[in-house]
């Protein structure tokens, strides 16, 4: 399973402050592959991206154990203020 959020930031000057917020996630557990990244992206017809998330698991249980331990609701805590835009697609 693998799960994908972007995020746009209220403040450019906060763009920092999310990823780093964001980074905590990595330590669930239930997280087989992690990653978060500013968006390296310079599209013509578009920017409104500042932060991906990728993360995989395993099955749709340790995406529900993801979204149920206390550092995601910690990293929620941090992000949601600094935060405009949140898309998440789960495949």
Do not use: W
Request: charged share 35%.
């Amino acid at each position: 399973m693998r799960h994908v959020v972007f995020f746009s930031a209220k403040n450019p000057d906060d763009i920092d402050r999310i990823v780093d917020g964001l980074s905590k996630l990595a330590e669930i557990p239930s997280v087989k592959h992690f990653e978060v990244s500013r968006n390296r992206n310079e599209d013509r017809f578009g920017n409104e991206v500042d932060v991906i998330v990728y993360a995989e698991f395993e099955d749709d249980a340790a995406l529900t154990a993801y979204r149920a331990h206390q550092i995601y609701q910690d990293c929620i805590d941090i992000v949601r203020p600094l935060r405009d835009l949140r898309i998440a697609a789960d495949f």
